[in-house]
């Protein structure tokens, strides 16, 4: 019994997104979202080819204007973890650094009210700068080397 009970808690814990924007089954609701923005340089230069990923898993890649726009589903929230990710190596003239954002997300409307309705976030846009190559103090090394 307890196998089939740890089953089904991981089983929804796996279903907790989903792709429609309805109900998963166990009944839980889900919402819709959309965040888009622009991934820029520090001097304002767009950065194509940066991965935007969600928390939740939905992938998209800038274009050549540095635009993005990534859609998912999930479980009602107010706001979702983006990461921008540099993968592309030397291509935008050099690496930039990871950026980890965490996006408010504004309810625009739904059927169903907050819990099963649209939400968004518009203008996110990003300024990456550029890996400088320096890894943190690892604070159990010796400094008098």
Known sequence: ???ILMFFAALAVLSSCNTKGEQD????EHITFDVGGRV???NGAPLKNI???TAFGDTVRTNSAGVYMVAGSCKPVTNVIVNYSDT???ENGGRFTKIRKTVDLEYTGGAHGPYAGKYE??????KMLKDQGIKP???NESLDK
């Open 1 to 3: 019994m307890r196998r």
């Open 25 to 28: 089954w166990s009944g839980m």
């Open 40 to 42: 820029t340089d520090d």
């Open 51 to 53: 991965a935007v990923v």
């Open 88 to 90: 592309d190596g030397e």
């Open 121 to 126: 976030a518009r203008g996110v846009d990003v």
């Open 137 to 139: 103090v690892d604070p």
